[in-house]
């Protein structure tokens, strides 16, 4: 579980806005984390953060602005060749299954174009297609034969996984994978994914909106508050006790089922900016990214 | 937004560079030359035609080097004179286009305003009811995709030549001289019936379609939707569809109007109506440099000018321009 | 709360597609009463959408089919389009799921609103505005937003602007349709308390609040109504359905919800095996009887019946006995 096969070193992506204007964006500014191998870190944040600029820096659809990414200690950021190699290793999963199918192949086509692309031998073929399959508890006989419209998001979502289990992926971004899914099929989904981490060491990059889902299935937290980092940390340590008033808000916005929200607290989204600023004026000793306890960082200021 | 309006017109400049480049070099690449052309007509005497020709090459300045005739056609450009015609020689090209272009004016402007405006109603209407529509629907697919010429020539067929109601030939009669009396007035709406209904009608058309089918999108829009469950009624959904269904059908309208300029070649050719688009086909044909140049010169400033205002209307008529651009989203 | 607002009989509201009818709604039974909130849950294409939006704008291809939908004790499904829209707004009132897009991209906030309200005979003079102005206050939108296009608002604000729009005419029954789905969950909180607020200011009288999410539902609504495919499967007070649930599918649902103290690590959660059955010329039965482990024969022969098996708890279930005394779901 120790062994870093991924580390994110102060990332910054800077985008510009308007047709012609200089001004720029931080969309995701000095960000730091390590991934470990087998494990599910949640990356958490609302629309405009910056959590899926990471996943897609990561995966190299973007270039970042400044920092580095290493892989296997080796930059990926300014190695700009051996890119197939590096898909071998890192696949990303997103959020709309039926987009990521081609609708006029068969399910056993695509799976023969991973081999092609990605796979050198075609050894054990058929072998190891029927095992990822059987794996994400799919009859290979019944859905190889099938058009991706003819099957659910529940199902494409884990022929997606399966696919991953295929190539024997380091490292699997799922940008908001189970976003679409219908409550009583996301949990398996997640069930599905986290057994595969545990078995094979598989490290997982999960980017959601979710707070609930994040602390069902994670073992480190990141919390993202416009392109900054502000909270980072074992799930339950952060969950338990948030520092960062951003953090905080989150959690008491979560709606739980058995426990019902104070209806007396008013609850603006406009004071959370407020406080945050606040927040950042106030913490006159401690400055940065800081240890608050072991495996527990926060940002008390810019 | 002056930011934006000032990078529109840097790309229109630059635009515009290129085009007159391209209208300078383009007729001097085509095979044969003006001068030839020009000397058969004189071909009477024998010897001469070497010293005419010299001449006249001379005075068009076509036996300088090109760079130093391209140089010179900026030049002449910007104090606006455009040269002479080789083959209306010796007229000015500025006095032929300027011409030409009330023709074109008189005949366009009315046609595209007009079917603009009843394709605008008639589009609209087919749009919301299904039983207009079935029945509007064929005649307007039948104009749209109808050539000019080809609705020209059935005009002239059944008007001019099987009924003889109107004339088919001309902007106005062979005795009559041009100018500004009831005689000649009443003349030229008289040949002007066929040449701009066949414009008309085919425009109309094209407009009716696009109408029909943008209101129809806005009207299954959400936000038509919306006023309907707040219990609006038809005819207010339908004001607020129209107002967004019309939004291209200005921007269509504005570079229809800057095509004015160019003519409706087909049909000037098909009337023999002395518009621009005449004059280019006559200057085509006889390798008239300068009435080349001069013609598309037009055409490019038209269209560009019309391009620019379309840019500055939308941003007026519309709320999604002016604010994309300015940094408020 | 012993008034009902809403009282719907056996209401069947079919989708009309060429190869035949898909059941969206297939005969449901339920009521609401004055000063409640209803939460309607279920997964995507159990027809809590469809049923939000057919009883204020039935349009096709959705069909009524029979049954009845009585809003203050008379059939609203009767009723022609005209007699309906004088209810729309005043007696019933939606916050579609778009709200994104619900505002004409051309007209501004207050002539939108304007325009809708003359609509219901209500002058939109200083005074009514001042009503506006203050609901403006209520969800903590700035007065300026009035003269703002829709372009201008962010997705949060054009939410709380759709509550506000939508509530004008103090509606007795409100339709909110996946109102929180599209927002951020600091969003989320604000709007879900807000539509509590509204009901406790008698505001509004009561509402429909649609979502796939339960445990929101569980934060805001007095009774919690769950559908699968068309049907209901359990009605009953939020604390009961969360609690104490007696139907299979609420009961797998339920423990299918990640809990605030449940981690992967030490306790796994499960799902629902197989999908929802698709609604083309469905026949009897009941139709979770594909994924429920305690369906026997009479489950694929007849549509279970709602039975209300304590004051208040409704259910359809033939076999519920033997589930409610299972509790290792």
Redesign the interface.
Known sequence: MSETIMKIDHLQKDFSIGLMSKKKVHAVNDVSFDIKKGEIISLIGESGSGKTTIGKLILRLLRPSDGHIYYNDKDITTDYKNKRDYYKKVQGIFQDPFASFNPLFKIDRIFDMIFKNFIESDKNKKEKINDALKCVGMNPEFILRKYPHQLSGGQLQRLLIARALIMDVDVLVADELISMLDASTRIDVLNLLASICKEKGMAVLFVTHDLSLGYYISDTTLIMHRGNLVEKGKTSLIYNNPVHPYTQMLLKSIPDIGKRWDKNEKFLPEDINKKIDDFYKNSDIKKGFIEVEDDHKVLFSL | MGKYLRKKLIIYLITFFFAVTLDWAIPRFMPGDPISMLLARFNGLENSSDIVRSTFTKSFGLDQPLITQYFGFWKSLFTGDLGISIYLYPKKVSEIISQALIYDILLLLPAILLSWIVGNKLGARSGVNKKVDNIMMPFFYVLTSSPYFWFAVLLVFFFGVKLQIFPVNGAYSNIMIPGFNIQFILDFLYHWVLPFLSLFMVMLGGWAIGMRNMIIYEMGSNYSKYMESLGSSEKLIRKYAFRNAILPQVTGLALQLGTIVAGAFTTEIVFSYPGIGYILLKALLNQDYFLIQGCFLFIVICVLVANFLVDIVYMLIDPRVRFSFSGEV | MTEKILDVKDLKLYYKTLKGYVKAIDGINFDIKRGEILGIAG??GCGKSTLG?GL??L?KPLNYISGQANLNGKNIMNLKNKE???????DI??I?Q?AM???????KIKTFIS??VS??NINPDEKFFDKVRERLDMV?LNHSVLNN?S??LSG?MKQRL?MV??TLLDPELLICDEVTSAL???????V??MI?DFRDKKIIGSAIFIT?????L??IADRIMVMYAGHIAEIADSDTI??NPKHPYTK???S?????D????DE??????G?PPNLLNIGEGCRFRFRCKYATDICAKQTPVQEEISSGHTLACWNYKKAGSDKNV
């Open positions: 997964e995507s939006n204020i704008l349009k309906m829209n004088t209810l729309r707004f005043k009132s939606i579609p778009f897009d619900a505002f004409s991209p051309t007209k325009d809708i609509q219901h903590n296009y372009i201008e949060g759709v729009i939508s951020d969950v600091s969003s989320q909180r604000f879900a308390n509590g796939h999410d339960l445990s929101i569980y934060q969360v609690k797998a649902l339920i299918s919800l990640p809990k605030n449940v981690q992967y690590k796994q959660l499960s799902g629902i095996d999908t």
